[in-house]
């Protein structure tokens, strides 16, 4: 008996099972994008309506103020939240205590107390260009709310105690509910995004080694991945001090991210010296050299294909070791500079794979979660050059004496709105690579919500007599602008459409729908973030946060402060200061750097090559004996110091011929030296011979009109 054959779908429920198919991917990728968007929005809305809600039945005296503040803190993981609303609270807390005692100092001096505070201001900015995370936001916060507290207090300076403890308990009120719906409702932990970030830098970091190994990579490349590795490092770190906040976040695991940022910092500026080592020999046609180490390059390429585990690691050193004896034996007879050349190419891959074992141990130990026992490195800290805070302070106190002046000659009450809004957005913007970008994007949200504003307020708002309809009416505008804000490139007018509508759309205790007031009011806002943007225009225009020559001129600084400065820790010091500089000319230079962007960040690399090595030489003269080898090499670091000090050619020949006498001495006491300090020659000689090819860089290309 022949059994029946299977019914054959016919091709309509084939079309109709491909278009289901079709519709769920779809729906699941738009979703993968959206879903946390929407539930970004939806949290900051929650936030938003609950603190206004607990404001109106506290009765307080701002309503808004409590709204405001949980759209300032909605961020995307309750880390970030959590980070944000701890120096909110501390700034607003200060802030107050300091408009308290300006007033007290001026109750009736109008001039005196402008003066104070556009001082008090241009030193908070200062500190908030100085620090550029979010320590510099509770910076910001301690300015501008002297300022909003001391603005209104000039005509009855005997309500700024109310005024301050009203202002706190409004801020406080915000932050509380922010942080409560942020961290309950479907959190989204920040360490997660950490580990995320951690994984993607470890594997971006082994593919640009393999392809810079098997010279994949331009020159140009080379340079703009570094810069970009620059960016990560203290991306990192600002994730590392958001996750430091959230509940279940050990500070062991705080330890282990400092030290895989620390680690990768090792690694990548060893691997930098090996490749620019490699660049030179190929221009300048080191065919023997070449010969000898091209192989060894190439096995450690293949071996970076693998997964970097530390049975993994033993065998790529157990083969570099190999590799490199083979090297030796074949090297046979080489001149002395090719001697050299290999020399230092052998030390440096040897002291690459030592580097890159302790960056993989680091690395396998956090995603596999296993608490490490490491060493607590020097906190990376970032540097802003002292001409751009100085430039930020004087620009902040100058827009508040504007501002005031213009509000004594017009008369206009409005003008108090628009001293508070360009103080500010001032003090916020000092800290940005392209300030005028992010104050014309607030503008832009501001003019957007002009007419948005209006028609909620006298059409829909008028009409709402109870808080359910009144959320209704305002809830499509604040919706908008948080989603805006989850928008990158748009992140700014987001600001603008979240900020305007919650000064003037809701209501207080006692409300007046007057027009010719509601648009003075907006006009005046608008006003202040028009002066914000002038004055970021005119005033030291070039004195910005990763402007090309500061970053340069801070270079040469730190270049200097590695011949001189004390030695404890001073190497992750100057590798932090070099790399953050590094992150603030990536900022600023955005996705594609020009060609003098990248010309710095060449000169940088070069710098931190060489600062590295003179740190290096300095550890081996300070645990070195008396002697012709340990006066050499002092010799050295002083005429390095003095070139780096005043960069001219006849300083950078100097230093150059003073390396050779003391590459010579070493040699001489090589065949005689006691087997324990053979290691510490050859590394000596090694750092000599990277100090030297330094310098030549620095002086062939004439790239030392920087340091000026």
Sequence with gaps: MTSPRAATPDKHQNAARGAFHWFASETAAWYGVEGPRLMYVVKAMLAAFIALWLAFRLELDSPFTALATTIILALPSSGMVLEKAFNRLLGTLVGCTASVILVALFPQSPVLLFSGVALWIALCTGGAAMHRNQRSYSFVLAGYTACMIAVPAIDNPAHVFTLAVTRLTEVGLGIIVATVVHDVIFPRRHSQTVMRTVQARYTSFIGFCQKVLEHRLSPAETEINHLKFAADIAALESGRAAAYFEAGHASAHTRQLHAFNAAFMDVLTTFYTLHRLIHRLRANNAVPVLALVEPIHASMAAALKDDLTAARMAQMRTGLAADIAAAHAQAGPLERPQRIDFDTAVELLQRFARDLGEFAALYHGLAEDKRQQVSDPVSYTPRTPPAIVLASSFRAGATLLVAAGAWYWLAWPGMGNVILMATIFCALASSSPRPTAMVHQVLIGFLIAVPLCFVTEFWLVARADDFAPMVLATLPIFALGAYITTIQKWAGIGI????????????????????????????????????????????????????????????????????TAKLGRLKRRFDNRVRDLLSQLNAASGPAPNDAARAVVRQGLTLLELGHAVIELRQLIAASQAGPVRHSLQQVVARVADYLQTPQRAQGQLALEVILQAGSAIRAVLPEAANDRLPALHTALADLHS??????????????????
């Design 496 to 563: 603008g459409l979240g900020l305007f509508p919650a000064t003037l759309l809701v209501p207080t205790n006692q409300m007046h729908y007057d027009v010719e007031s509601f648009l003075s009011s907006e006009l005046s806002l608008i006003m202040g973030v028009v002066v914000a943007y002038v004055m970021f225009a005119v005033v030291l225009p070039e004195h910005t946060m990763g402007q090309r020559d500061h970053v340069a001129a801070a270079l040469w600084h730190e270049a200097r402060s590695a011949c």
């Design 691 to 708: 100090i030297y090819t330094s310098l030549l860089d620095q002086i062939s290309t004439g790239e030392p009109r920087h340091a000026t």
